[in-house]
């Protein structure tokens, strides 16, 4: 795998729904280009992409995967996406690579949810994209079907430039519309022959349209089309390519992966209309204030952005690099934007699965693996210390779902924490914090099933077993009405003695004020020394909690009047007193629960909004409004209970099909309603016992 000239380059990433048959196509086009002399198997765990562990067991893709094949004298960076909802910053990390978007659809199954969320993250990005309907020697395989369902949803660009000969076990070729000849591989060797005489009316109709399509957007050809010249296909090929580079045209190609049929045309697709790195977009960074374009040059400053980090036991940490511009060699030294640091990239290495190449050198629009970086995580930009840019980010998914972790043997603390911490640099739908009101540490993901299986890394990469439990809402205690106290604290036990005497004043404040304290002795009742002390222990006891352990809030408190000893007073005595005030008003001034409410952003298509709806209410919740958005889907806004959402990413994911998303932040804090307030109680002293 030497170096490859930016424009034979194609960065193309494999998406689609789960099942669809992405890794054994990569497999197929690793294969098919003479990479491997036998197709590995998912169900075996032989394949090239899917080398970890936790893949084998569970039967998924858990990461993006580089197989890197050669067509020709061209490089197809394929980029092996999962299709299991809970790992789409994977897709994403794939996706701001790629230069094409290759969409796997079964034929058998059709367009499934995966695979339009995949089709609205490349539209997002306006990035081209091409379909392989897979999977039509199975049973039940219908072309035609999902066709139709491609153009019904992602509308009349859908192009399909191949046709399939034989149906389910029988299928054994494609019809090329563009070249009008049929390709079979009845002897597993592609095989050009005419068009099949009991498809032949079909597959003309098929392809004038197809022609249509293609010259209406070259306004010479159009013309020599009306007037009776029928373009050749390199003249429609070029033409496509255009329409492909655009994201105007989304080409339909078709066959098997586990069959190898028309893989090999798959593979001269992508070389011949694919888009190269050349025709992408130059990158917009941004340096202080200001912001500018870095066009993909291989003559130009070197640039790089980390898209994927892999943490390995044994090699340690291995930066995935996306060449922006510029050519990268071994040994040179760029410097970290985000850290200032400079880093000197020791080795060039190719990834093919778990297999590393070395190489020497590549050029932009490449990708390539660097291992050893120090400083270095996921999204960060490497440049000439001359030039400190930044590449914007793009936005991504957040982690939805979380649960609370400890370590299964006494004294790990730290070693789990270094061990999530890392897990969080190797995986962007991690994220780990440490929640200080309820004194646990959240791991947060994107689903059950990601979470499950960032568990078992800990338990494989790093040696750490843990034990998980509920998250817990960071419930707290206020007050509603005024009430008063003496806090009297007197202790004698020979010698110098404990004295103080603190007069108290609660009164409520506004959600969200907090915390005041009012010093308003007169006379000396409490010398002026004392005083922080008094308010010390105020904010003390209010953190440790009022009647039910949670931290007391919006509560202003007056000390006005107290009494003390010239000897045995001090600043244990008043905190002490202050204390015990506390606790006595705090009794007599109505103590309410408050709990947090989020604010949430539900986006559905029209026909779950409903289903929403009703769910909302169910949780407690308050809609503010609903809002339409791209492609009529409707966002439903909602104030609702945190306590009622911690489990809302599983259960919204099964009310839509997978198809809702939403989003969630903190918005204030409000009083439990009576009801619930005493159930929680109850259910609290319960677990106490």
């Known amino acids: ?15 689609g729904h789960g099942g669809s048959g992405k890794t054994t196509l990569a497999e197929a086009l690793l294969f098919a280009t003479g990479a491997l002399s036998r197709l590995g198997r998912v169900e075996d765990g032989t394949t090239v992409s899917d080398f970890e562990p936790e893949e084998h067991a569970h039967g998924i893709s858990i990461s993006l995967a580089m197989t890197p094949v050669e067509f020709e004298d061209t490089r197809i960076n394929v980029i092996d996406a999962p299709g299991y909802a809970d790992f789409v910053n994977e897709v994403e990390a794939a996706l701001s690579v790629a230069d094409l ?26 990035l081209p994209r091409l379909v392989f309907v897979n999977k039509l020697d199975r049973e039940r395989a219908d072309f035609e079907r999902t066709l139709d369902q491609l153009r019904n949803l992602f509308g009349a660009g859908i192009a399909p430039l191949e046709l399939p000969i034989g149906h389910e076990a029988d299928f054994h070729g494609v019809a090329d519309l563009l070249t009008d000849t049929a390709i079979t591989y009845s002897t597993g060797k592609p095989v050009t022959e005419a068009i099949p005489e009991d498809m032949a009316e079909m597959e003309h109709r098929v392809r004038e349209a197809l022609v249509e399509g293609i010259v209406v957007a070259d306004d010479e050809l159009m013309e020599r089309y009306l007037n009776g010249d029928s373009p050749t296909a390199k003249e429609l090929q070029v033409t496509l390519a255009h329409g492909v580079a655009s994201a105007s045209v989304f080409p339909v190609v078709c066959g098997s992966a586990t069959k190898a049929i028309a893989v090999d045309r798959l593979a001269a697709f992508i070389a011949e209309i694919g888009p190269s790195p050349l025709e992408r977009a130059p990158t917009v960074v941004t340096a202080g204030t200001e912001t500018r374009e870095v066009p993909v040059d291989p003559s130009g400053p070197p640039l790089a952005r980390v898209f994927k980090t892999i943490t390995d036991p044994y090699v340690g940490r291995i930066s995935l690099l996306h060449v922006l511009s510029g050519t990268l060699r071994a040994d040179a030294t760029l410097t970290n934007s985000r850290t200032h640091s400079e880093e000197k990239l020791h080795s060039l290495q190719m990834l093919r699965g778990k297999e ?172 002026r020394q004392f005083i922080p002390a008094v308010e010390k222990g105020l904010l003390e006891t209010m953190a440790n909690g009022g009647a039910c352990g949670f931290p007391v809030v919006d509560v202003r408190v007056t000390c006005y009047d107290g009494k003390y000893h010239s000897v045995d007073s001090s600043e244990l005595s008043f905190k002490m007193a202050a204390a015990l005030g506390f606790k006595e008003a705090l009794q007599a001034a109505g103590p309410v629960l408050l709990e947090p409410i989020s604010r949430l952003e539900v986006t559905v298509p029209p026909s779950y909004q409903g289903d929403v709806l009703g769910d909302l209410n169910s949780r407690r919740g308050r809609v503010l409004g609903t809002e339409s958005g791209d492609g009529g889907e409707q966002t439903v806004v909602a104030l609702v209970p945190t306590s009622e959402l911690a489990r809302y990413a599983t259960d919204l994911r099964s009310l839509t099909g997978g198809r809702g998303r939403f989003s969630m932040v903190h918005e204030r804090y409000e009083i439990v309603p009576q009801p619930l307030a005493e159930r929680l109680v109850k259910q609290l002293e319960a677990e106490k016992v």
């Open 101 to 126: 978007a290759v969409l796997v659809v079964s034929a058998v199954e059709g367009v499934e949810v995966q695979t339009e969320v995949a089709w609205r993250l490349a539209a997002r990005r306006n």
């Open 356 to 527: 590393a190449h070395p190489i020497t050198e590549v050029q932009a629009g490449d990708v390539v693996a660097v291992p050893k970086l120090s400083d270095v995580r996921t999204g960060d930009t490497l440049a000439p210390k001359t030039m400190p840019v930044l590449v914007r980010a793009e936005p991504s998914a957040v982690p939805v779902l979380s649960i609370a972790l400890k370590p299964r043997a006494k004294g790990d603390e730290d070693k789990l924490m270094t061990a999530l911490h890392r897990l969080e640099e190797e995986d962007g739908g991690i994220l780990v914090r440490r929640e200080d009101e309820t004194h646990q540490t959240l791991l947060s993901g994107m689903g059950d099933t990601h979470l499950q299986i960032a568990c078992e890394k800990l338990r494989r990469k790093y040696g750490v077993e843990v034990e998980t439990e509920p998250v817990k809402v960071p419930y707290r205690e206020t007050i509603t009405k005024q009430a008063e106290a003496e806090g009297k604290y007197k202790k004698q036990t020979g010698g110098h003695g404990q004295f103080g005497v603190c007069n108290l004043r609660l009164e409520p404040l506004n959600r969200g004020s907090g915390f005041e304290f009012v010093d308003a002795i007169v006379g000396g009742a409490i010398p």
């Open 1 to 15: 795998m030497g170096n490859v000239p930016s424009g034979k380059i194609r960065n193309v990433a494999l998406v």
